[in-house]
């Protein structure tokens, strides 16, 4: 069965903390998703990773993909309450185009 | 500006009733996809569309409908036979991932509830 868990499903932090949260999935792939989506919104994309090693930051998320692992994880640094949102993220398993498969989400709540 | 455009935004159905969720994209993309969100939980697929006159099913599919007349757009019935259709519902596009992994864009999501 293709799944993508993410942990942790809920998080309340503090401004100014570190966190990661993680992404692991089951099926062979080389490209991973990250989106932000904030309460009764659409979905944002925030990053694409398309190979094992790959790195991507905007502002204080940066996000990294290590397929051998089957793990992408996405670092939040020094916590800002603008970064409230539920974060998803979803695989492109390697026989598909199409359907990706997606985690259950991680709802971030950051207290000022 | 391009975009999707899904309307209406708030839908309300009675029992019995089909309904149907419009989504239009001028981004030129070839896929389409609808997805079902309820409250707290990820999205799960009722069908997508990689080309015109084309689509398959997705992970829930019963109870749903689409069509795909043209390249633009993508609607999404909801028929009596989709007996708890309460949720959210959102429209996406995309060229194919293949193509150096382009992403799902999405429109802005339509509230479906039954009274």
């Known amino acids: 069965e293709l799944k993508v868990e993410q942990n942790p499903l809920f998080l309340s932090m503090q401004e100014g903390k570190n966190y990661t949260i993680y992404c692991n999935y089951s099926t062979t792939s080389d490209r991973l998703y990250w989106y932000r989506q904030d309460p009764g919104k659409s979905l944002e994309s925030l990053f694409v990773l398309l190979s094992n090693g790959a790195v991507k930051q905007e502002g204080r998320l940066m996000a990294s993909l290590d397929t051998k692992a089957r793990l992408s994880t996405l670092h939040i640094t020094a916590a800002v309450h603008d970064l409230s949102a539920t974060y998803f993220c979803a695989v492109l398993p390697m026989d598909s185009n199409y359907q990706l498969i997606w985690g259950a989400g991680t709802k971030l709540i950051i207290k000022p | 500006d391009g975009g999707i455009t899904q309307s209406p935004k708030y839908l309300f159905r009675k029992e019995g009733q089909n309904v149907t969720l419009s989504c239009e994209q001028n981004l030129n993309h070839d896929a389409m996809y609808w997805y079902r969100q309820d409250p707290g939980q990820g999205l799960r697929l009722i069908y997508y569309?990689?080309?015109?006159?084309?689509?398959q099913k997705g992970d829930i599919a019963e109870g749903y409908s689409v069509s795909r007349e043209k390249k633009e757009s993508f609607p999404l019935t909801v028929t009596s036979a989709q007996k708890n259709p309460t949720a959210f519902y959102l429209c996406a596009s995309s060229r194919p991932q293949g193509e150096a992994g382009n992403t799902i864009y999405f429109g802005e999501g339509s509230w479906l509830t039954v009274v």
């Open positions: 569309s990689q080309i015109v006159n084309d689509f």
